[in-house]
């Protein structure tokens, strides 16, 4: 039995683990991913991302790369059975992180780009082969596995990250167990290559007819996407056959013109752990959480788990900071996904409706809702993280402590820049004016491997009354300075925070 040892073994490929695998290679740190497959799964699974998962990418450095395999979709509706629009969300406007507000994409096309990027740091090592056990001490954990290429081996991490999927081993050797939010249904999914775009809607559709539920998404490189609710009593084997696919997708478009990618079977679920770390053992992405897809933020959220935890293990690892920080990883996730998964469970509780005349009566609700102008019945807005590694906890913080920063465009020498790729991944103080030379707070912003931003922000500091924000290396903002002589407290409570692992404190 052979062992090697690194700072963070990441057992699982996928998005989740690619992206996480790339930002602690970017910060220098040696990895060992471990990954049954050698090449990506071939089919399409998810579907969308959003403008914080672009930023993401951005801070990968491939942004620009996975453009050309996205599209940005200019809407999502709500339809009743007669097709007339219960909910319009439009989504193509640029939002204050960059990026257009949502995107579409072909996801083999993108987690090979994420693992070709993970694998090109030194640092980064990648170990095929089925995961089997795990052990773990107060220095580490080692992961059992049977490489594909014979023999047996053992890896060990500083820490090892679960990113395998909702039947993940380390959440189950770890005792880490889900809580069910009590929504599971059989659905059938159908992806569709060669569809003519121009005879289909133009943006993502909940066909909320009691008769078939549907749901319909125009995904990128021409791809396109049914999902169909299962009737009570229906078999989901008998409903992939071909002809029972082709009865249902011919409602829409003419099944001889187009070629079936895939049809399968999937229960929904609503799921999340209770717990996303134990002792050195952390969980990620579908091993930490299942949500419906109804608002297409699943792998959104494991994409989040990545670059939360990810500058937190660094800081950890080099010693900045004691392991009680990895305690607000979970903090702050889990009421963040908590809210993204209620929602998608309210939202399919709306378009799984079965019963006519309970349809009819959601109907004539939303209907009127609409016509009135009230907001939709799930909310839009990107939910809060919990408490954890902020200058402020609890219902007394200041509004902006929590949420993602602003990433306005700067003017540089070289032109117009996205402030991200200005300052690089790590802290920024984003304030009015720049620093003065000999300020403590140049000294402190050092001390905190920080940048400073100043901001010609055409009153959004007035609108939020405060001088100057400092934003976490995951986009976030960890506190605020409501004038100029709090900047310098400012940074040095997060050095603090840093140093004790009290966050809020």
Request: aromatic share 8%.
């Amino acid at each position: 039995m052979t062992q090697a040892t690194y700072d963070v073994v990441l057992s699982g490929f996928g998005p989740t683990g690619a992206c996480l695998a790339g930002l602690l290679g970017r910060a220098g740190r040696r990895v060992c991913v471990v990954e049954r497959d050698r090449d990506v799964y071939a089919l399409p699974r998810a579907v969308h991302f959003d403008h914080e998962v672009m930023r993401i990418f951005q801070t990968l450095g491939l942004a620009e790369e996975i453009l050309p395999i996205t599209r940005a979709t200019d809407f999502a509706e709500f339809w009743t059975a007669d097709r007339e629009v219960l909910l319009h969300v439009p989504f193509n406007a640029t939002t204050d992180q960059g990026w257009r507000s949502d995107y579409m994409f072909h996801q083999p096309s993108l987690e090979r780009i994420l693992r070709e990027s993970a694998e090109s740091y030194p640092g980064v090592e990648i170990r095929y082969g089925e995961a089997r056990a795990l052990h773990q001490d107060e220095d580490g954990v080692e992961l059992e596995l049977d490489p594909d290429d014979g023999g047996a081996a053992t890896v060990r991490g500083r820490f090892l990250v679960g990113c395998d999927g909702a039947n993940s081993l380390v959440r189950r050797e770890s005792g880490m167990e889900l809580e069910d939010l009590e929504f599971d249904e059989p659905w059938l999914v159908v992806d569709i290559e060669g569809v003519d775009e121009g005879r289909m809607p133009g943006g993502a559709i909940q066909f909320c007819d009691p008769a078939r539920p549907t749901t319909l998404v125009p995904c990128a490189g021409g791809f396109y996407r049914f999902e169909f609710m299962l009737r009570p009593g229906e078999d989901g084997q008998e409903m992939m056959r071909p002809e029972n696919v082709d009865r249902l997708v011919s409602a829409w478009i003419d099944p001889a013109s187009v070629r079936l990618v895939r049809a399968a079977v999937y229960r929904f679920h609503a799921l999340v752990a209770r717990r996303w770390r134990a002792g050195r053992a952390l969980i990620a992405g579908d091993a930490a959480h299942q949500t419906p897809p109804f608002l297409g933020q699943g792998m959104c959220a494991g994409i989040r788990d990545s670059i939360n935890l990810s500058w937190k293990l660094d800081r950890v690892l080099g010693g900045d900071a004691p392991l009680e920080l990895l305690d607000s990883y979970g903090s702050e996730r889990t009421p963040h996904v908590r809210e993204f998964v209620a929602r998608a469970v309210a939202a399919g509780q709306v378009i799984c409706v079965q019963d006519p005349e309970a349809a009819r009566r959601r109907d004539e609700l939303l209907l009127a809702a609409r016509a009135a102008g009230e907001p939709p019945p799930v909310p839009l807005d990107l939910p809060l993280l919990g408490d954890g590694f902020f200058s402020e906890s609890g219902p007394g913080r200041h509004e902006l402590v929590a949420q993602l920063s602003p990433q306005p465009e700067l003017d540089t020498p070289a032109g117009p820049r996205l402030m991200d790729d200005v300052t690089g991944h790590r802290f920024q103080l984003v304030h009015r004016a720049a620093l003065r030379p000999g300020d403590k707070a140049v000294e402190s912003l050092a001390a905190l491997e920080g940048a400073a931003v100043a901001w010609n922000d055409g009153g959004w500091f007035d609108r939020h009354g405060v001088d100057a924000i400092l934003v976490r290396p995951d986009h976030v903002i960890y506190g605020v300075a409501r004038t100029d002589t709090e900047v310098e407290p400012l940074l040095a409570g997060a050095l603090a925070d840093l140093a004790g692992a009290q966050p809020g404190a």
